[in-house]
């Protein structure tokens, strides 16, 4: 089955800063990787994601870029703000996600 | 984005009671939901998939006899947790998939299950 790995799991930037999170997947066949961002005590919100036919995705701060070849793939929070202060979940899969162990990012005001 | 609810947000129960909690898509029909387990700064785990109009797929090393989920409708997806032990209390968090082309996952709020 799928497996996804994900780093770092803690990241502490300045605010304004840019904030990189990597989730590596195994399993070929996935075609859906989404990001959610987690609140303390809250559930998941989807933030963004991308298919397996699209390299790269952006929405306002929040890009995600896809490796097919080398089963990675990558969030990138640009001018952050302390209310990305969250954690931040990959997930990989096609009709089942798996989700990575998470990141808690923790931006500094 | 779409929304799913689940109810209660939270619950105490007795160990040996069961406990249901409800997962209902407000606005879109969801053929296909899934329920979670989070533990504490922890990450979602899978422990079934939940199919309309069919049997509940669990994921290895989950009771399907203790973790009762029922699909009934397009919009309703139910898990029972069958005679509560403290070692049940944890966060239960279910998701609902859009469907008709790029699909998409949306989670409800989640119920903190303690059993004392």
């Known amino acids: 089955g799928e497996n996804v790995e994900q780093h770092p799991s803690t990241l502490s930037v300045q605010e304004g800063d840019s904030a990189v999170i990597k989730c590596t997947y195994s399993?070929?066949?996935?075609?859906?990787f989404p990001w959610y961002k987690q609140e303390l005590g809250k559930r998941p919100q989807l933030i963004i994601d991308?298919?397996?036919?699209?390299g790269e995705k952006k929405d306002q701060r929040i890009a995600v870029t896809l490796n097919k070849t080398a089963k990675h793939f990558s969030l990138h929070i640009t001018e952050t703000q302390p209310e990305d202060s969250a954690v931040y979940f990959c997930?990989?899969?096609?009709?089942?996600?798996?989700f990575g162990a998470g990141t808690i990012l923790r931006v500094k005001s | 984005g779409a929304v799913v609810s689940q109810h209660p947000s939270w619950v105490i129960c007795k160990s040996g009671t069961s406990v249901k909690i409800e997962c209902r898509s407000l606005d879109f029909q969801a053929t296909t939901m899934f329920w979670y387990r989070q533990f504490p700064k922890q990450s979602l785990m899978l422990m079934a998939t939940?199919?309309?109009?069919?049997?509940?797929?669990?994921e290895q090393g989950v009771e399907k006899d203790k973790f009762l989920i029922n699909h009934a409708s397009l919009t309703l997806s139910t898990l029972t947790v069958t005679s509560a032990h403290p070692e049940d209390s944890s966060f239960y968090i279910c998701s609902a998939e859009t469907t008709g082309g790029n699909e998409k996952l949306f989670f409800g709020s989640g119920t903190q299950l303690s059993v004392l």
């Open positions: 939940s199919n309309e109009g069919s049997k509940a797929t669990y």
């Open positions: 991308i298919r397996s036919n699209v």
């Open positions: 399993d070929s066949a996935s075609n859906y």
């Open positions: 997930a990989a899969g096609g009709n089942k996600l798996v």
